[in-house]
Each structure stands twice: as C-alpha cells, then as structure tokens.
C-alpha cells in the first residue's frame, strides 16, 4: 500500500506539549492551519508553529480527534512499517500468548492506542482473528492489515471483521462486519480457560464476542475460591451481567459452587448454559434468571437473600465525562444492593469498565455505598486488565478497567 505523505497540518502555539510527550490524539482546538488538501485517511505531517517537526499521522476532517499519531520519527508510513508495528505488539504479548500455536486460547494481540496503533484493535481466539476498525484511518487500511496478519500469523484459518461499535458514527462510519480474508469462524469457536473449555460467539457476541480483558481477575476469582471455601462449604455465588456466565464456569469447574447467573440478554444466557452443559458442569447447581439487574438486585435485597460471593460486571455506564455524574449514581446504586445481600465474611467483585470514572472516583463511589448500607468492607485486591491489554504510559485513556475484590462484614 503506497500513502500518501504529503499534506501538512499546523499546530498552534503552546498546544504542542501533548504531542510531544507522545500522546496519540490531535484535537480540532489545536490545529491552527492545514498545508496542501488531506483526503480522509491520508497520512498527515505535523509541525509546530514554528515548523519543527513533531511526527505523522492518519487525518480525518469529521472526527473531533483531527489526527492520530502514529510515530514521532520522520519515517515512512508504508506496508513495512505497518508490518513492523503489528510484528512488535505480537512478540511482546508473552507468555502464555506465546504458546498459542499449541494451545487454542483467546487473547488479545492489538490494544488500539495502547499498541501506537490507535484505532486498531485485534483478537485472537484459536485458529481465527478478529479485527476492529475504530476509526477512519484503519478502516480504509483494514483489508491490507488483514493481509499483513496472515505473513505474521501463518497458522489462522481467517480474519473476520467486527467493526459494529459506536464510535465509528464520530468518525463518520456506518458499522462493517464481515470475512477479511479465509475461512469464515464457526458459530462457536472453542478456546481454553485455565479451568474450562469457553465457547466464543464472534458474530453476534459482545465486544469481538468475550471479555479478554477480565482474564486475570476470573484468575484471582478462581483463587478466591480455593482459598476461602472448602471442599464442605458450597458457596452460593451470584453474577450480575453475568453475560456468557465466564465467572460462573470458573465458580462450576471447581465442581463446589451453586451459581446464578443474571442477565438481561437471552441469547447471552443461553450461550452461558450452553458453554456449562459443553463442559458438563451441574446442572442442579446453576441457574439462568433474564432480568433488568437493578430491578432484580432491588428485589432480592428486599427479600432478604444473602450469597457467599457477588460479582457486579456492568457494562460501561458513561461513555463521556458528562455522563460520569449519572453513572456515578448508576455505580452508587447497584454496589449498595449487592452490599445487601452478602453474607458477613462474603466477597464482593466489583468493576467498571468507564473509561471517565477514574479508579479514584470508582472506589468513592463504592465507599459511599457502603457507608449507605451500614455495612464494613476491606479491599483485600486491586484488579484490572489483563497483560494482553496494556495500557501505554503516554495514553492514560487507555486505562479503563479497573476493579476491588472487597470482604465484606
């Protein structure tokens, strides 16, 4: 793929800063003049008002974020250097993603920003990738980078695409799912967990069909459980927005727990007990309830049930920073009914994968539901992303998952 390098955009007087301490987004409010005619897409340089170089990027005059950089050095931006890119993310991903020729796992091999490939997010599940084209710039790359991942990636049966997410409309896209390239994924692909067989629906699941980024604390769940629960004590563990239920099956395969899952998607739930009966998990000891979580939550609270282990997963509840003060109540509101229906001594997991509400503002959020439900609680971990979704220094943003493992008195 031959770009396109010739347009120049002009950054204003003191608005340089972020951008040469590596921060990957160019705002509209920065931009002070535009040399030559940028088509959507086209490689951009930028300078300083002075001139002085500052680095290249993709452009695109409908977004709000006018530029993403994509490197600070002087250098072409062709087929070789999105090879480059793409081959230094995969080497780094590690162990145990380094033996995923031997071993069908799911993981993620591109983390957008975080990668310095902003826009850009790729997950691997067995023998098939699935890509997300975020923004402008890698959608009109999109089948070229799927070509590139098949040199790097010799051994996957196909490339499909799931470019169906919201933020595409800022960019100016509708979204785009569909085969890239190869065999097209089967209706579940089958990866391994540490403790159980996954079953990952990529066409209609969400996300790119499972929450990769929740690995480690479905790790620290499963130690939770052998720590402080024996063989004659069956904790009775609920899942909110227990979506597929994969903290559930951990809870199954330990063949010691009675689980509920709820959710308010059928086919999610279905997909949950399909994965259980895959792995031949009891049957007696799992329930599937499809419900609005607050009512349900409310509702149970009210009557007085109590559980061992609550895990509260919402999706994301602000998407920008004026939804942050709903949201906050959001968060406020169903921490402080799961607060009410644990047993003293019992466990809380609770997350939030807002990028707005900062870890700070997360745990006073669930420190005033807990001072509303007059109960005790101590953080007893700290929890978040995965190693496959590292979050670059320079990019703060891309730290969005964050998460207390609280017991609760």
């Known amino acids: 793929m031959t770009e396109s390098q010739n347009a120049t955009i002009i950054i204003k007087p003191k608005r340089d800063k972020p951008i040469i301490n590596q921060h990957p987004w160019v705002f509209s409010g920065a931009i002070r003049g535009i040399e030559g005619n940028p088509q959507p897409g086209d490689i951009v340089t930028v300078r300083a008002h002075d001139r002085a170089f500052l680095g290249k990027g993709y452009w695109n005059p409908t977004s709000q974020i006018r530029v993403r950089m994509l490197t600070w050095e002087d250098e072409s931006i062709d087929d070789a250097w999105w090879s480059k890119m793409l081959q230094r993310a995969i080497t780094h991903r590690g162990n145990p993603f380094r033996q995923h020729d031997a071993i069908n796992l799911g993981y993620r091999l591109i983390n957008a920003e975080n990668d310095y490939l902003p826009g850009l997010v790729i997950d691997r599940y067995g023998d098939w990738v699935v890509l997300q084209a975020l923004t ?9 980078i799927a070509e590139l991942l098949t040199k790097l990636l ?12 919201d933020i595409r409309e800022l960019e100016g896209l509708e979204s785009s799912t569909g085969l890239l390239w190869g065999e097209a994924p089967p209706e579940a692909i089958e990866i391994e967990e540490d403790t159980h067989m996954m079953l990952v629906d990529v066409y209609n699941g969400h996300k790119t069909g499972h929450y990769l980024d929740q690995s480690v604390s479905r790790d620290r769940f499963n130690q939770l459980l052998n720590t402080e629960f024996t063989h004659t004590t069956k904790p009775h563990i609920l899942n909110l927005f227990s979506y597929t239920g994969a903290f559930s099956h951990v809870a199954s395969a330990t063949g010691n727990a009675s689980v509920t899952n709820v959710d308010a998607s059928l086919d999610a739930l279905e997909l949950a007990e399909r994965i259980a009966n895959f792995n031949g998990f009891s049957e007696a000891d799992t329930n599937y309830i499809q419900a609005n979580v607050f009512e349900y939550l409310r509702d149970i609270a009210d009557e007085g049930a109590q559980y061992d282990v609550v895990i509260l997963d919402p999706p994301k509840f602000a998407h920008n920073k004026h939804q942050i003060d709903r949201a906050s109540r959001g968060y406020k509101d169903i921490n402080l009914n799961a607060l009410n229906v644990i047993k003293p001594g019992g466990f809380l997991l609770t997350f939030s994968c807002s990028g707005a509400i900062s870890s700070e503002l997360f745990q006073k959020i669930v420190f005033g539901a807990l001072v509303d439900s007059g109960r005790q609680a101590q953080i007893i971990d700290y929890l978040g992303h995965s190693p496959d979704h590292p979050v670059a220094l320079t990019f703060p943003e891309g730290h969005y998952l964050k998460g207390l493992l609280l017991r609760v008195y």
């Open 154 to 165: 010799p051994n996957i049966r196909g490339v499909y695409e799931r470019s169906d997410v």
């Open 136 to 144: 402008l710039g890698i959608d009109t790359r999109k089948t070229t």
